[in-house]
């Protein structure tokens, strides 16, 4: 209603009117809009065996049946939202029935609503089976996978959170070549971490309007501290691009946003994974809060020809032998083309109403370089 006035000033404007006494309810990590001599109280995140008693506590008022031990550890709710999840599995608690999996239920879909209007839950994601990367980028991702699964462990059990300044979120930089496995890989993560993973749309979350962009980012980042999801920002240069030099006033508040990120992600306890084809393009001050970066590299030719193999199922119909080591070495292409080129391949073979062959992935390939119409001296793809 403030129209396209700072909402901030019009707050502060209407709270001196008021003669009264006032309680004001804001976010953490909120400026207050009030002045000086005022009482505030900060309501803390609940740790998790505070949220072990809320559970019990909730659970057997409502003389409800399920898993608190679980439910606690999952999630990073408060009391309200302990109590409004049990309250609505309520009337389907039939006496003695364990109800875990409609509170999970009920609280995931309250977070997709939350996520909802900027970020899509991902629903197929991929297995460790699929993927073809150097081994030390699997290292990489194990230890990736192990910093979230020994998190407790490490921070609370062992006391480490007591020594390190840092929060205990984990965000992880992709970078490398389109079509290398970057968003492939964060599925896989999501998956053996038993996660949600939600794309965050960018375009749609960056709002020219002043201000905008940073409260559907805190949205989404309050949203995902509750736990059980992985955020995954994809193109992430858009949003964490090097500060620009201020020359008009958008580029301000360009960097107010920026400003805001760095903030929310040295407090972020949640897991978010950034991908980028120029890592060079992120600004550096975000480079030193990422607890995590891989760089995915271009497939050399002996994975190229794991690559093809991968992207042919064993029930696709095939006749003769299948070149895959010539196509590997003749076309430098990354999984994502690759992959593109058999699907293309097998849907030519099956328009000839034959079983796929050599000259269908030929074929296939030449098409895609085609369509890519960048052809260069190498045969590579920029
Ligand atoms: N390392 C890989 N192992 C197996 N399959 C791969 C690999 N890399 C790419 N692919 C195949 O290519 C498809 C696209 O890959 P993906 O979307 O993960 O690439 P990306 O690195 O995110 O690319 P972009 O930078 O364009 O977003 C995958 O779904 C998969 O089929
Ligand atoms: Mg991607």
């Keep these: 209603a403030f129209g396209e006035r700072d909402d901030r000033e019009a707050t502060v404007e209407v709270l001196r009117a008021h003669p009264g006494p006032l309680v004001l309810v804001t976010p953490p990590d909120h400026?207050?809009?009030?002045?000086?001599?005022?009482?505030?109280?900060?309501?803390?995140?609940?740790?998790?065996s505070a949220r072990l008693d809320?559970?019990?506590?909730?659970?057997?008022?409502?003389?409800?049946?399920?898993?608190?031990?679980?439910?606690?550890?999952?999630?990073?709710?408060?009391?309200?939202?302990?109590?409004?999840?049990?309250?609505?599995?309520?009337?389907?608690?039939?006496?003695?029935?364990?109800?875990t999996a409609e509170l999970e239920r009920y609280i995931r879909q309250t977070r997709d609503a939350r996520l909802g209007q900027h970020a899509r839950r991902v629903e197929r994601l991929a297995t460790w089976d699929g993927l073809v990367l150097p081994p030390d980028i699997l290292d990489s991702l194990r230890e990736l996978v192990g910093r979230v699964k020994h998190r407790r462990t490490v921070f609370e059990t062992w006391g480490m959170e007591q020594t390190m300044a840092t929060s205990r979120g984990l965000t992880a930089l992709f970078s490398g070549p389109p079509g290398t496995g970057k968003t492939l890989v964060a599925g896989v993560v999501a998956r053996e971490l038993g996660l949600d993973l939600y794309q965050i749309d960018l375009s749609k979350l960056m709002s020219k309007w002043i201000g905008e962009t940073e409260r559907n980012l805190a949205a989404i980042f309050d949203a995902a501290e509750d736990g059980q999801v992985i955020l995954l920002f994809d193109e992430a240069d858009s949003l964490f691009a090097k500060r620009?030099?201020?020359?008009?006033?958008?580029?301000?508040?360009a960097n107010l946003e920026v400003n805001y990120l760095l903030q929310r992600l040295d407090t972020f306890e949640g897991i978010a994974i950034l991908t980028t084809n120029a890592s060079s393009s992120i600004d550096p001050a975000f480079k030193r809060r990422l607890s995590f970066r891989l760089s995915f590299p271009f497939p050399d030719e002996e994975t190229r020809e794991e690559l093809w193999r991968v992207h042919l199922p064993p029930k696709l119909p095939t006749q003769g032998a299948l070149a895959l080591d010539k196509l590997a070495h003749k076309y430098p292409l990354s999984g994502g083309y690759i992959r593109n080129a058999c699907l293309r391949a097998a849907f030519l073979a099956a328009q000839d109403e034959t079983p796929v062959t050599q000259h269908h992935l030929d074929r296939a390939v030449r098409l895609e370089y085609a369509e890519l119409g960048k052809l260069s001296a190498s045969g590579a793809i920029d």
Excluded: F, M
């Design 244 to 253: 620009t030099e201020v020359r008009s006033s958008n580029d301000r508040y």
């Design 54 to 99: 809320v559970w019990r506590g909730a659970l057997a008022d409502a003389g409800v049946i399920s898993k608190p031990e679980l439910l606690a550890a999952r999630y990073r709710l408060g009391p309200g939202s302990i109590y409004r999840a049990v309250a609505a599995t309520l009337d389907r608690a039939v006496s003695g029935v364990d109800v």
């Design 31 to 48: 400026a207050t809009p009030l002045d000086a001599g005022h009482v505030s109280i900060e309501l803390p995140v609940l740790a998790e």
